[in-house]
Every structure is written in structure tokens, then in C-alpha cells.
């Protein structure tokens, strides 16, 4: 399994940027994988926010946060990032990086796609 390793998290005001980052090792790397961000808010279902389908490079984002978050990687540094900008107090909730190796982009959009999680980091915006 890939070992994720994240960053990044903060209280900011609402209007504000964050980076996330998620320092990933253990990869396989004639794999594709489904690689991405999850967030978590006390009290409510956890949320895929942003993923990255490996080898094809292809983005999906949630309608929450489509158009203020880009979710981007550098393959050099093993590290996937979370640029978050805009951001809104619904945004407050624990971020986790995920990770699985997948054959089909169609995994990414399930939960089974990611068989590896972070420990989480805390982003907090107030009004």
C-alpha cells in the first residue's frame, strides 16, 4: 500500500487560501492510481472533494468546491497538492489524502478506489 503523509491544515478567515500537501511513498510505478482528497466535517458524511486518476492525469472535483480548489502533483516530489482558495466556514472539516491503485478511472469515484488514508489535517475557516 502507498503510506500518505498530509499538511498544510490551518484556521483561516473565510475568503482565505490554504495549501494542502500529501507526501506520498510505496508507489508502484507502471500503476495507474486513483489519488485524492477527502474531507470530513463533525456530524456529517465524509465528502470526496478532488481526485487525480494517475497516467491519464485526469481531474474530478466535487460541485462543492469546483472552481476554488485545484488539486494538482509533482511525480519529483511524491506530493499531491490541495490549493484551496475562496474558502467558505462549510469548508471547515478534517482533510484526508487517499490512494489506490486502480485499473479504471470508474474506481475513483467509489470508495473502493482508495485503499490508503492519512492521518488528516484540521482546516478551519471563520467568518
Known amino acids: 500500500r502507498v503510506q500518505l503523509v498530509e499538511s498544510g491544515g490551518d484556521s483561516v478567515q473565510a475568503g482565505g487560501s490554504l495549501r494542502l500537501s500529501c507526501a506520498a511513498s510505496?508507489?508502484?510505478?507502471?500503476?495507474?492510481?486513483?489519488i485524492g482528497w477527502f474531507r470530513q466535517a463533525p456530524g456529517k458524511e465524509r465528502e470526496r472533494v478532488a481526485f487525480?486518476?494517475?497516467?491519464?492525469?485526469?481531474?474530478y472535483y466535487s460541485d462543492s468546491v469546483n472552481g476554488r480548489f485545484t488539486i494538482s502533483q509533482d511525480n519529483a516530489k511524491n506530493t499531491l497538492y490541495l490549493q484551496m482558495n475562496g474558502l467558505k466556514p462549510e469548508d471547515t472539516a478534517m482533510y484526508y489524502c487517499a490512494a489506490g491503485a486502480s485499473s479504471s478511472r470508474s474506481y475513483c469515484y467509489s470508495d473502493a478506489g482508495f485503499d490508503s488514508w492519512g492521518q488528516g489535517t484540521q482546516v478551519t475557516v471563520s467568518s
Open positions: 487525480i486518476y494517475t497516467g491519464p492525469g485526469i481531474t
Open positions: 510505496g508507489y508502484t510505478y507502471s500503476r495507474n492510481y486513483c
